[in-house]
């Protein structure tokens, strides 16, 4: 069986025989580009060449990018566990034309590399191609051969959160470009139409690998420039492919989340090791895991509270698998095993990491038990919404930011009412400010809080101080 290692190296071997210089991964915090949270794809540390405004001493490139889509326009924190494929941290395989090569190159050389190399039955494969693109439309059917049903003309999908879209940007800003993308048919034991259809979010037909033709830079009011020159920029999901490769279905049950759930299962004392709690921690350790090693730590603001909230998460679905002490940076030392070869960062900070996350797991533990009493209690008070000021208290008086209060509802099938929370939230600041002392993103105590209006807080108050929450 080809293990994800081999999956890595094969691709870079198959592109540097084709041109490519090999490069390493960038980091997951994006050097100088503010208007970008986390690098989100492999494209991002190239951003400014294709912009015309850097240049590399080479015109063709590969790599094994760590991503991460917890934040901005790419956020798949909503999909983890819920879908076979997304994650937040994931490993994208890419390779690049600076003005080089194009469509046709990059399109053969995607289908010899899976169908000829890897060996993937040919008709499993379907592609997609934006709607206007003839040219990438004529390549697969007259240079590839691929059959006209299986390959789809899709637009843009005009802020659909989740639906197909062949026109692809890394930001509201930015380089952008008409893009094909080639999907793998799992079979229909799957629910799930194709792309473009209806029913398209199932995980039958799981898109594998995007190709980005390169050719405009968008400015903040829409306006597209041609870029100084086309390029190429791809995207291959490791996880996804190594699925296909493995025979597997889920990204979950490749070699290296096989063995990462294993730990997870043992030190949780889970026996079901298809319980989603599992996947949802596998994700997040290596999420967090790789966000301290590049430099980010849990805070309440920024960069800083992404991370706070994915180990939140996690370690609230620790505490459904029934877990009452710290457990998550014990995953640290199987996660380098795992990964610290291929990624070197990882390796020499894990004690530094294990540490972070221990603390993070002992500030949180100071409260999560309280706040998971209390959702329970408002849920079975609030059949459909929870209110905004009691998801605000959960927040500022035990720690539970709103998307983890959100994510708890959903599994109820139960909403939170967020203009609520946001309505709690201003008055809070206002009253802060009003008392003249906590402008500027102090944090301040929960006791304080509470003391500053005094009649939103009764009952709370007992327990407010470690995990406060609050952002002046
Ligand atoms: P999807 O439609 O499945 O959400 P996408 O179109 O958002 O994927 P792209 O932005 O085109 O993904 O990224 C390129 C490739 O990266 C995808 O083809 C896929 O293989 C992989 N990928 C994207 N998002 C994720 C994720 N959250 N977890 C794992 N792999 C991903
Ligand atoms: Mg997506
Ligand atoms: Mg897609
Ligand atoms: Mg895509």
């Known amino acids: 069986m080809k293990t994800t290692a081999d999956i890595r190296r094969e691709f870079l071997e198959f592109f540097a025989e084709r041109g490519h210089t090999i490069v390493p991964s960038a980091s997951l915090v994006p050097g100088n580009d503010p208007t970008l949270l986390f690098t989100n794809s492999g494209m991002v540390q190239f951003k400014d060449v294709f ?234 350790i290596r999420a967090s895991s790789f966000l301290i090693a590049d430099g980010v730590l849990p805070s309440n603001e920024g960069r800083g509270y992404v991370l706070r909230r994915i180990i939140r998460r996690a370690l609230r679905h620790g505490w459904m698998l029934g877990v009452r002490e710290v457990f998550f940076h014990k995953l640290v030392d199987t996660l380098d095993a795992l990964m610290g070869e291929a990624y070197p960062v990882l390796r020499t900070q894990k004690d530094f990491i294990a540490r972070a996350l221990l603390a993070e797991e002992e500030r949180f533990a100071q409260t999560l038990d309280a706040g998971m009493r209390i959702f329970s209690d408002l849920a079975e008070r609030h059949p459909e919404t929870i209110p905004g000021v009691d998801a605000f208290r959960l927040y500022d008086t035990y720690g539970f930011p709103l998307d983890l209060t959100q994510d708890m509802a959903r599994e109820r099938g139960l909403q939170v009412d967020i203009d609520g929370f946001n309505v709690a939230m201003t008055q809070q600041k206002d009253t802060a400010r009003a008392a003249g002392k906590f402008g500027g993103g102090l944090t301040m105590p929960a006791e304080l809080v509470a003391q500053l209006s005094p009649t939103r807080f009764t009952g709370y108050d007992t327990l407010a101080g470690e995990g406060a929450q609050v952002v002046a």
Request: glycine share 8%; hydrophobic share 35%.
């Open 51 to 284: 912009l015309g405004a850097e240049k590399r001493s080479y015109v063709r490139v590969a790599d094994v990018q760590r991503c991460l889509r917890a934040g901005g326009k790419h956020n798949d924190l909503d999909q983890v566990g819920y879908t076979a494929r997304h994650h937040t941290f994931f490993e994208m395989l890419g390779n690049w034309s600076f003005g080089d090569y194009f469509k046709k190159e990059a399109i053969e050389w995607a289908w010899e590399l899976l169908t000829r190399v890897w060996q993937l039955p040919k008709e499993r494969l379907l592609a997609t191609v934006y709607h206007t693109d003839d040219e990438s439309y004529a390549i697969w059917r007259d240079v590839v051969g691929l059959p006209e049903d299986r390959i789809i003309r899709i637009g843009d999908n005009k802020g659909a959160p989740f639906a197909s879209d062949n026109f692809w940007q890394m930001a509201d800003t930015g380089p952008c470009g008409p893009c094909t993308e080639i999907f793998y048919d799992h079979g229909e034991n799957y629910a799930g139409g194709p792309p473009g259809s209806p029913d398209e979010d199932g995980d039958r037909y799981i898109e594998i690998w995007n190709n980005v033709f390169m050719q405009f830079d968008r400015a903040a009011d829409g306006t597209l420039t041609p870029l100084p020159a086309p390029c190429v920029d791809t995207g291959m999901g490791l996880e996804r492919i190594a699925a296909v490769l493995q025979h597997a279905h889920s990204n979950y049950e490749i070699d290296l989340f096989k063995t990462l759930i294993g730990r997870i299962a043992e030190l949780t004392n889970t026996t079901d090791l298809d319980n989603k709690s599992l996947r949802v921690i596998a994700d997040h």
